[in-house]
């Protein structure tokens, strides 16, 4: 049977897009004509039938298969691939919940782009030539893996897959109304007739029309004002082709600066370079307003021209492609928050519908990760009779605060994009927290919600939450006092072994008692960090500032721990 189902995907995975859809179309067809009058009660519904809604599915499926599922999506389906949905960066977390809790190693590998982690270009005089940026990535692919995708193309295997697994996919499908209750009904036109469903759960994937979200009055908004516009062109857009410099050519394995995600950053701002595997590129501004307001890039015109001032070569680039240009889309203050995402009655939120920090650091899939996992345990544990009242409110408590610690990552700080020397100790720092601790947890069963678990380590968590927040606030104060200008220097972050062992140790089997040894153990090396960053911001502020020493000192961190040789070793590399 195995090797049937493996020759069957084969078979799809050869298919061009034209014959996927006709393939889709088909099933969904076969689907509907097993019955004439279509079920209107279920155990899910889902409203959203993107990555997080149709990733919920499948994951519920896979841990209860008998589970009767409803996925009401607005388009229709198969949807377009390239021009269709942002998101296509995944880090370390989302990759390891589509390739092993969704199952889907085999898509990935034969159908999306295995990425070489994410790679920056810090400004340099006007940005002219590429080579002589500082850059800050990696020189080979990265040990865990990562990917690039297609959105449309992962999305409409999704929908093929749960489909030909019994869940009810109604697309074309708008939602009208959703009352909350014992059971749920929802109301939508379908086929521009009025149907009604009911259902125990209903979870909202709507994305950024957060349908259940508004409705129920839990809409958050954030301080975070960055807004991004950005455009999908066809052909493969490099930086290896904008330099003749055959050394920098030759520094890092060939391929590999194709192959990551680049970030190209000045003060305010950061511009992304996405390749995707169905021979097309994303290209697109992140800006705060205060030094880049959206109205100067809120059209293809304008960010065109904005990039001619600021990013001269990737301004080229798109304008030999002009013809090529498959889209534009801009959002205004993409940043937004919820009041809740899980509830008691049965209802969740999760994807883009619920929160969504910023792309700096290609979050979006993570939290989907780990907000549908979330999902998927409340559900299970009500059908199998448990009482998840007080789970619930651990859940909410802990992934709202998961929120708010990367939001303090993001905000107000992309003035410090315009600065080596902070950024880089800041993409060290955050790095280091997300390999250590948050990725780590995920990769762990979860453990940052598994409440006995975690009031094991409760002290080092509280402490890790407080060194993130003063290390944030340092690196806005530190950039006030030191500027550095570099150029024409690699510098690659997993030859720092304490990151590579941080990066590696995401995939050690690791028991619960060795998972909390390892998370203290990784702390500590975050506090030895702080302790480095800070006595260098102590030895440089000539004017003893009296902010930065209150919140140095607030810290209270212990001059006597000891850091090993090989550490220090590491540190003494971070200062250019």
């Not at 155990?43 to 809604?53: E, K, P, T, Y």
């Not at 080229?316 to 009041?339: M, N, P, W, Y």
Request: glycine share 6%.
């Amino acid at each position: 049977m195995s090797d049937s189902k493996d020759d069957l995907r084969a078979r799809i995975a050869n298919l061009t897009p034209e014959q996927r859809s006709e393939l889709a179309k088909a099933a969904r067809q076969k689907l509907n004509a097993k019955s004439s009058q279509p079920e209107t009660d279920f155990d899910v519904v889902i409203l959203g039938g993107g990555m997080a809604g149709s990733g919920l599915a499948r994951q519920l499926l896979r841990q209860r298969p008998n589970t009767r599922i409803l996925v009401v999506e607005r388009n229709q389906f198969p949807c377009p691939e390239v021009a269709f949905k942002v998101g296509e960066s995944v880090t370390e977390l989302g990759s390891y919940y589509l390739r092993e809790t969704l199952g889907l190693h085999d898509h990935l590998e034969e159908q999306q782009i295995e990425k070489a982690g994410i790679r920056y270009f810090f400004s340099y005089e006007e940005n002219q030539s590429v080579s002589r940026r500082m850059e800050v990535g990696l020189k080979n692919f990265p040990p865990v893996p990562g990917y690039q995708l297609d959105r449309g193309r992962l999305e409409n295997y999704l929908y093929e897959e749960n489909v030909n697994n019994g869940v009810v996919f109604w697309d074309g499908c708008k939602v009208t109304d959703v009352n909350t209750g014992t059971p749920h009904t929802i109301t939508m036109k379908r086929d521009e007739k009025e149907t009604k469903v009911t259902s125990r759960w209903v979870v909202d994937a709507t994305g950024r029309a957060a349908f259940l979200k508004r409705k129920l009055d839990m809409v958050e908004k954030t301080e975070h004002a960055c807004s991004a516009a950005w455009v999908r062109v066809s052909g493969i857009v490099t930086v290896e082709d904008w330099s003749n410099d055959e050394a920098w050519k030759t520094r890092i394995t060939k391929g590999v600066r194709q192959a990551g995600t680049i970030h190209l950053m000045g003060k305010g701002y950061w511009v992304w370079i996405i390749v995707l595997p169905s021979n097309a590129t994303s290209i697109g501004i992140v800006a705060d307003p205060d030094y880049h307001p959206l109205s100067e890039f809120n059209s293809r015109k304008k960010m065109i021209n904005w990039l001619e001032k600021y990013e001269p070569q990737c301004a080229e680039a798109i304008k030999q492609r002009t013809e090529e240009i498959q889209d534009f889309l801009a959002v205004k203050h993409f940043s937004h928050g919820c009041e809740r995402l899980f509830s008691k009655d049965r209802w969740c939120i999760t994807g883009e519908a619920g929160v969504f920090v910023d792309p700096f650091y290609s979050p979006g899939t993570d939290f989907i990760a780990i907000n549908n996992t979330l999902v998927c345990d409340l559900i299970l544990a009500d059908f199998s009779g448990k009482d998840i009242s007080a789970v619930i409110e651990h859940y909410n408590f802990n992934m709202l605060s998961l929120f708010r610690l990367y939001l303090n990552t993001y905000q107000n700080q992309y003035v410090v994009m315009g600065n080596e020397q902070v950024m880089l100790a800041k993409l060290i720092w955050d790095w280091a927290m997300y390999w250590g601790v948050n990725a780590f947890l995920f990769f762990r069963d979860n453990r940052l919600f598994d409440i006995e678990w975690l009031a094991s380590v409760q002290k080092e968590m509280i402490r890790f939450n407080k060194l993130n927040n003063t290390m944030q606030q340092l690196f806005r104060m530190w950039d006030k006092i030191e500027q550095k200008s570099v150029s024409n220097r690699l510098f690659s972050l997993l030859e720092l072994k304490f990151l590579h062992d941080l990066h590696t140790g995401l995939v050690v089997d690791l028991d619960a008692d060795e998972s909390r040894k390892r998370l203290i153990h990784n702390i500590e090396t975050l506090e030895l960090l702080a302790r480095e960053y800070c006595q260098h911001v102590s030895n440089i502020d000539q004017n003893n500032s009296q902010n930065i020493v209150s919140l140095i000192d607030s810290l209270g961190i212990d001059q006597a721990l000891y850091i090993r040789p090989s550490l220090q070793k590491d540190f003494n590399h971070i200062w250019l």
